[in-house]
């Protein structure tokens, strides 16, 4: 069992950055992948990035790539999303989510992560 809190998302210009935080507690945070996906206002959540328990990492590159970085803490039991160069487009809600796998590669699946937190709202004004 896995629970996660979400926190670091606010209100922002456009061009500015925001990093979220997804902490974990469990003691096996270090197995899980863990995946970041958002939820614009009045649209489907779609996949944002994502980062294996040993250390894959895959991004939505039509939108994000190259501007988000996904990484993590394992001693923290912490995942974080470092956002630059942030666009109107990317307000949203946020979500991160778990999923215990072995593959070096983590999914880009919802369906694949059994594990969800509350979510975190960033807003960019243009």
């Known amino acids: 069992q896995v629970q996660l809190v979400e926190s670091g998302g606010g209100l922002v210009q456009a061009g500015g950055s925001l990093r979220l935080s997804c902490a974990a507690s469990?003691?096996?945070?270090?197995?899980?992948?863990v995946g970041w996906f958002r939820q614009p206002p009045g649209k489907e959540r779609e996949f944002a990035a994502a980062?294996?328990?040993?250390?894959?990492?895959?991004y939505n590159t039509d939108s994000v790539k190259g501007r988000f970085t996904i990484s993590r803490d394992n001693a923290k039991n912490t995942v974080y999303l470092q956002m630059n160069s942030l666009k109107p487009e990317d307000t949203a809600v946020y979500y991160c989510?778990?999923?215990?796998?072995?593959?070096?590669?983590?999914?880009?699946?919802?369906?694949?992560?059994?594990?969800w937190g509350q979510g975190t709202q960033v807003t960019v004004s243009s």
């Open positions: 989510a778990a999923d215990y796998s072995s593959s070096y590669f983590p999914e880009r699946r919802a369906f694949e992560y059994a594990y």
């Open positions: 469990g003691r096996t945070f270090s197995s899980y992948a």
């Open positions: 980062i294996s328990w040993r250390g894959g990492k895959i």
